[in-house]
C-alpha cells in the first residue's frame, strides 16, 4: 500500500535502473513522478524498470511513465521495463503500451 | 445450526448491497481496493477477475476524485451481489462531464491520459456512464459471475 | 502538484469519515475485517494495533449480526479518522438491549458467551453503548493514535 | 479467508491432533464446532489443537472451544493449544481463557 523507489546508475551500460517495490495509483503517483523528473535532471539516459516487485499499476502511473517517455524520446533515449507481473502486463496489453515500452 | 441453514437458503435468493463511502482523497483508494477484493473473493471470483474488478473500480474511484471532486468531500461505491453477475456504482455529486465526449484512446498519440474508462470497459462486462453537468457521475459495472 | 500539497493540508485538519454498510451475513464479515484493517494501517497504527482493532470491530459486528438482526438486512459501520484517534460506531437497527444487563463474564464460569463486549472493551480505549429496546444498537469504540 | 481442519487420532498417544488452518469467526464457526462433535463421537479423547496456521480467532470460535471442553471434561478429557500465534495469545490472555487452554 505503498511505493519505495530504488535508482542505480549503470555508468557500463550507460542506463538507470530503477527498481520499484509495492504500488502505483493516484497516491503514489507524484512520487513516482518527481523520481523521473530527478533521473532526467542528474543525466538524460535511457531508463530501465524492474517491476519484480512491483504489484500494482493503474492509469495515473501509466500517464507519469508515457510523460517521462515523451521528454526522454526528444533526447533519443528510452523507458522499458522488465519483470513485469502477469496482472501489470495485463494491463499493459490492453492499453496496447506494452509495444512502448516491452522490448522483445 | 438448523437456523444459520434456513438463513443461508434465504440468502442466496436475495440480493445482497455492500455500500462503502470514502473521502475525496488519494490516500484511501488502497482501502477501497483492499474492499473490493475482499468482495470479489467471497462472491467468488478467481484471481484473475479480482486482479481485473479490483482496477476497474479504482479507475472509476480515481476518475470521482480528480473529475468529480464532489464538494460533500466524500465518493460512494455499491456493490450489487446477483446471482449470475456482480454490479458496482461508482457514484459522485462532483461537476459531471458530456458522456459523448469521451473517446477511445489513440494508441499512436501517446497520450498521458484517457484511459482510465478505457481500461473500465476492456476489463469488465459491461459499463454505463451516466452523468449530469454540476450534478455528478455515476460509473456502472457489471461483472458476471463464472464468466469465463 | 502544487494542487495536491493544499489539499493534504486541508485534509490534517479536517476529520475524515468512511462508512461501510454490510448485509446482516456472516460471509460478509471477513470483508469488514479487510476494510477496518486497511484503514487502521492507512492511519498509521502498527500491526498488533491493527489486529486489536480488527477483533474489536468483527466482535461487534458479530452482535450486530446475531442479537441486532436489523430488518433491512444491512448494518453500518463508520469510522471518524481524527488527529489524534480513530472512532468506529457500528449500528444496527434491530431489536436492541438494555445495555445495564450487559456484565463482565466470570473467569471461573466457563461461560460460552458473553466475551464479545468484554473483548471489545479490553481492546479499545474508549468503548460506548448504546441501545433502544426495538429500534437497534449502536457500539462506540475509540483508540488513539501512537497510543503507545 | 476460510477454515481448514485436518484431524488425526495418534493411537500411541491416544489422543486427537487438530491441525487449523485460516480464520474462525461466526462464518466458519459451524465448521469448527461440527469437528468437535464428530470427535466427540468417533472418541472421547484428549485434544491437541496445533494453532501454527490459525491467523485469527474471535469470541464465536472460543465460545465452541469453551463448549466443546465443558463436554470433553464430564469424561476427564482435556483440550490444549500449541504454537498460538501472538495476536491469537493476546485474546486468549485478555479473556483468561488462556489458563484453561494452554499448558506450561
Ligand atoms: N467521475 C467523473 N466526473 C466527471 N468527468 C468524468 C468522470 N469520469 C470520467 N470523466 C470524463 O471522462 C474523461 C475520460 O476519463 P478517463 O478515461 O479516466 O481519462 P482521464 O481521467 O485521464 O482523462 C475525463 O477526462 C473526464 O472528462
Ligand atoms: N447489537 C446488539 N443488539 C442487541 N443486543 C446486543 C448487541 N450487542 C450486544 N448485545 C447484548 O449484550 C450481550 C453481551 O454481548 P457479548 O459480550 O458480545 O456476548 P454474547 O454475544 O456472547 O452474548 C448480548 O448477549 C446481548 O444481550
Redesign the interface.
Known amino acids: 500500500?505503498s511505493l519505495d523507489i530504488k535508482t542505480t546508475y549503470i555508468e557500463r551500460e550507460t542506463v538507470w535502473c530503477v527498481e520499484l517495490v509495492g504500488?502505483i495509483?493516484?497516491?503514489t503517483a507524484?512520487k513516482f513522478?518527481e523520481m523521473f523528473e530527478e533521473l532526467y535532471e542528474k543525466k538524460r539516459e535511457n531508463i530501465e524498470i524492474d517491476a519484480k516487485n512491483l504489484d500494482?499499476i493503474?492509469?495515473?502511473g501509466?500517464?507519469?511513465m508515457?510523460?517521462a517517455?515523451?521528454k526522454l524520446r526528444k533526447e533519443n533515449k528510452k523507458i522499458t521495463i522488465i519483470n513485469v507481473k502477469?496482472?501489470i502486463k495485463?494491463?499493459l496489453e490492453?492499453?496496447?503500451i506494452d509495444k512502448?515500452f516491452i522490448e522483445n | 445450526m438448523q437456523n444459520l441453514k434456513k438463513q443461508e437458503i434465504i440468502t442466496n435468493t436475495k440480493k445482497q448491497q455492500i455500500k462503502l463511502s470514502v473521502p475525496n482523497e488519494?490516500?484511501y483508494?488502497?482501502v477501497v481496493?483492499l474492499t473490493t477484493s475482499g468482495i470479489a473473493n467471497r462472491v467468488g471470483f478467481d484471481l484473475?477477475e479480482i486482479?481485473?474488478i479490483?482496477?476497474a473500480v479504482?479507475?472509476a474511484c480515481?476518475n470521482a476524485?480528480?473529475h468529480g471532486k464532489a464538494e460533500n468531500g466524500n465518493y460512494n461505491i455499491e456493490f450489487t451481489i446477483e446471482k449470475e453477475s456482480m454490479i458496482i456504482e461508482v457514484k459522485d455529486s462532483g461537476k459531471g462531464c458530456m458522456v459523448e465526449n469521451i473517446r477511445k484512446?489513440q494508441?499512436r498519440e501517446?497520450?498521458?491520459?484517457g484511459?482510465?474508462v478505457?481500461?473500465i470497459k476492456?476489463?469488465m462486462d459491461k459499463v454505463e456512464i451516466s452523468s449530469k453537468l454540476g450534478k455528478g457521475t455515476t460509473i456502472k459495472m457489471m461483472k458476471k459471475i463464472g464468466g469465463k
Not at chain 2, 501517446?110 to 491520459?113: P, R, S
Request: a negative charge.
Open positions: 500500500m504500488e495509483d493516484i497516491y507524484n513522478r500494482y493503474d492509469s495515473t501509466l500517464g507519469v508515457i510523460g517517455l515523451k502477469s496482472n495485463r494491463v490492453i492499453t496496447g512502448i | 488519494p490516500e483508494l488502497s481496493r484473475e486482479e481485473d479490483k482496477l479504482a479507475e480515481t476524485m480528480t484512446p494508441e501517446l497520450a498521458e491520459g484511459l482510465g478505457f481500461i476492456s476489463l
